[in-house]
């Protein structure tokens, strides 16, 4: 393949970091996706040796381009276009222990008005 650059929301859904090209679009828009350490629009091109920083429900992931590529490629292959230099995932001591707020029992049905009162007063807290 020749030296060429395409779109970071398309090279993202290309390689699998986003399910749709749309999703990778919206974390372009709200600033979730960093290429070079800028902030990158949906449109902005991404070249091989590109360094990409993407910040998914907390975590954040480093990546190099190897490749650039337009179509989607198997699970596979996607590896192959991309260098994970991610740091391992924090395992403070809050993260482990806390629990998780609001859970229900599997098949205790929809919660009540009461139980969804107390739900929402535990979130805001």
Sequence with gaps: MTESSCRIDRWLWAVRIFRTRSL????C?????????SVAKPSSNVKSSDRVTIKI???????????????RVGPALAA?????????????????S???VAERARGSGRPTKRDRRQIDKLRRS
């Design 98 to 100: 806390s629990p998780r």
């Design 29 to 37: 828009l709200r600033g979730a996706i960093r290429v070079n350490g």
């Design 57 to 71: 429900r907390g975590a954040l992931k480093e990546m190099e381009v190897v490749q650039t590529l337009e179509k």
């Design 24 to 27: 990778a679009k919206e974390a």
């Design 80 to 96: 192959n276009y991309y260098i994970d230099h991610s740091p391992a995932p924090d395992q403070s001591e809050q993260t482990i």
